[in-house]
């Protein structure tokens, strides 16, 4: 809570001052100034140099062609329903092995971090890709901030359970609440952020608002949306897509065009918008970003999938 950064360390003593800027504050400063009506908010983020110069697929592609399915199991089904979500008020419990734990709001989660926009290469195991401008904050930053124990080896994140906003959630398609998992190393990696936009706006509830996971060189079933909880652990956490079929999905869940899906192959993929006749393209391994090859020497990827 509040409470927590202001009798420890608060977030403007471990980071820069940066330009913070969200539809919240607007609508709090357009309140106490008597003004009405919608807020046409724009985030104020910086451009990044971990972008790729791919072009980015369009917002219409990006937030039509989902999955989400505490919404339902079809691509269009969280942009048809996603909407009925209440993103705001939204906290984060954060626990486990941390020097901080607490509930914090996401309004202080956010004082203080700059936000960056992040063209990332997005690959699904389903073997489609986009390109995708994400606005977003290392994860790394939040866990310096919570203080991670010597003891923590992994970060276990969870979705938020509302079955009565969620109507996929009536039905036992995955053992909710939806969970993923990174290693620590894996999670501190300046690639990996938690985003909270995209194309220079608040996140669209059928992408994960208000704050979703972003590991551009895994499988996008590892990037969890509408995180409520992140836990530290010394033990490897369970995972969703891993529980449902562990033959399917591992824990790792690198991109990788040597590892086939156990019913098709990795090795291309298809760019959506590309047109259906476009042809594919071959998959790179991680997803293209070699930085991470390092996270991973010595291990044995086809048993570590
Ligand atoms: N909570 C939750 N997170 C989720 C999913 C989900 O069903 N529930 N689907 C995953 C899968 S399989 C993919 S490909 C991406 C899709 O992200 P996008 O809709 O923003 O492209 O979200 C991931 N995160
Ligand atoms: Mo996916």
Redesign the pocket.
Same mark, same amino acid.
């Given at each position: 809570m509040k409470e927590r950064f202001k009798s420890n360390l608060t977030w403007s003593d471990v980071t820069p001052k940066a330009t913070f800027l969200n539809r919240r504050a607007l609508i709090a400063g357009a309140a106490a100034l008597g003004f009405a009506g919608p807020a046409a908010a724009r985030l104020s983020y910086r451009k990044s140099a971990y972008s790729t110069d791919e072009d980015p697929n369009t917002f219409e592609e #990006?937030t039509t062609y989902?999955? $989400? $399915?505490?919404f339902g199991t079809g691509k269009d089904d969280?942009a048809a329903r996603a909407g009925a979500l209440t993103t705001d008020p939204w906290a984060v419990e954060i626990g486990g092995l941390v020097e901080r734990p607490g509930k914090y709001d996401l309004g202080d989660i956010l004082k203080g971090v700059t936000l960056e926009e992040r063209i990332y290469r &997005?690959r699904?195991?389903e073997a489609w890709s986009?390109v995708v401008p994400w606005i977003g904050f290392p994860l790394a930053t939040l866990l310096g901030r919570v203080g991670v124990q010597p003891g923590a080896k992994y970060v276990a994140f969870e979705?938020l359970v509302r079955p009565e906003e969620m109507p996929g959630q009536k039905y036992p398609i995955l053992d909710w609440p $939806?969970r993923e998992g990174l290693r620590l190393d894996e999670a501190m990696h300046p690639l990996t952020i938690l985003a909270t936009g995209l194309y220079g706006e608040e996140m669209p509830n059928?992408?994960?608002a208000p704050i979703r996971l972003v590991v551009p060189w895994k499988y996008? &079933?590892k990037? #969890?949306?509408?995180i409520v909880k992140i836990s530290l652990t010394a033990d490897q956490p369970p995972t969703s897509w891993n529980m449902q079929n562990a033959r399917e999905y591992g824990f790792y869940s690198n991109v990788n065009p040597d590892v086939s899906h156990p019913r098709w192959s990795q090795a291309t993929e298809r760019r959506l918008g590309s047109g259906l006749f476009a042809g594919r393209q071959p998959t790179l391994l991680f997803n293209g970003y070699d930085d991470v090859a390092d996270l991973y020497s010595g291990m044995d990827l086809s048993r570590y999938y």
């Open positions: #990006i989902n999955n $989400y $399915y505490e969280p &997005f699904c195991v986009m979705t $939806y059928q992408n994960g996008g &079933f990037s #969890i949306k509408s």
